[in-house]
């Protein structure tokens, strides 16, 4: 399929990586003071587990969602594994209860407050707790509590703002939809790209060519006719190049410097050189119609 007014063989289409490229983000996604924030909001819910506890549930439910798919580059959806999380602790809360054990707190600093837990015998889960919007609403509430920064690199929406007025500005992120769009949209960045394909959506992570392929048809572009722009050597260079795309390497402090036979088109030491790198690639194809000189 060729763009509207676009020659075969003409670039027309840049797409970007998010997490390292466009922003610089910092979470602990995981980590037992982020699920110790969402232990506190869950007892709003009925649920009294320690957060030992609710650690052990939610990174053993991730590791069986990835262990549980065929793909090569399995990607968890974080909305349903808080679905799964959930689905955990309502059945370990209705357990005790028959049991009459006593979840306890294990938090030194929440034993000061005063409270009392539901009577064991006659707990009664709030219908809250099924709530079909409570997976998304916790996906996003872990990723909120993990965050330690979250802002774009230099020069980003001034680089974004010149690329678009020529090309067709896409994202391909290893990233999930509970946590892009928003952040996104914070960083002030939404707004550039008329397409963005987050792993999370399909099961698979880069450098599995569908996801690029994915974002390809979605703006009616090809490899060929397509720049990939991102940090890591292995899903953000060798995997477009494999498909035909030319790359631009941004080498941040996150990503994998090297991959086996991952050669970019151009290094973009800072983000302002991304602009060069395309003029670069274009050049290079003979293709100067929309080139800037180099400076």
């Known amino acids: 399929m060729v763009a509207d007014g676009v020659p075969a063989g003409e670039i027309d289409a840049i797409l970007f990586d998010i997490n390292g490229t466009i922003l610089d983000v910092e979470t602990e996604d995981w980590g037992r003071t982020t699920l110790r924030g969402v232990n506190r909001f869950l007892r709003y819910y009925g649920v009294h587990r320690r957060t030992s506890e609710l650690v052990d549930i939610v990174r053993g439910a991730l590791r069986a969602q990835i262990e549980a798919s065929h793909e090569r580059y399995a990607e968890f959806d974080a909305v349903r594994l808080w679905a799964r999380v959930l689905q955990i602790l309502s059945e370990a809360e209705i357990e005790d209860a028959a049991e009459g054990v006593d979840a306890g707190i294990d938090d030194a600093e929440e034993m000061t407050h005063s409270r009392r837990?539901?009577?064991?015998v006659t707990v009664d889960l709030p219908k809250e707790l099924s709530d079909p919007g409570l997976p998304l609403f916790l996906a996003q509430l872990q990723r909120s509590l993990s965050r330690r920064r979250?802002?774009?690199?230099?020069?980003?929406?001034?680089?974004?703002?010149?690329?678009?007025?020529r090309y067709r500005l896409g994202?391909?992120?290893?990233?999930?939809w509970a946590y892009a769009r928003h952040e996104l949209t914070?960083?002030?960045?939404?707004?550039?790209?008329?397409?963005?394909v987050v792993s999370g959506d399909h099961g698979f992570r880069k450098p599995d060519p569908r996801l690029y392929q994915i974002a390809l048809d979605a703006l009616g572009s090809t490899p060929s006719r397509t720049i990939f722009v991102g940090n890591d050597m292995h899903r953000d260079i060798f995997g477009p190049a494999q498909m035909g795309m030319k790359t631009i390497f941004t080498p941040t402090r996150f990503g994998d410097k090297e991959f086996p036979g991952a050669v970019p088109d151009y290094v973009a030491r800072r983000?302002?050189?991304?602009?060069?790198g395309v003029a670069h690639i274009e050049r290079l194809?003979?293709?100067g119609v929309r080139a800037h000189a180099a400076n």
Do not use: K
């Open 117 to 120: 837990l539901a009577d064991p």
């Open 150 to 165: 979250l802002r774009p690199y230099d020069r980003v929406a001034e680089v974004l703002t010149e690329l678009r007025t």
């Open 171 to 176: 994202i391909v992120s290893d990233a999930q």
């Open 186 to 196: 914070e960083s002030g960045l939404a707004g550039f790209f008329e397409i963005v």
């Open 271 to 276: 983000f302002d050189d991304v602009v060069d």
């Open 285 to 287: 194809a003979g293709l």
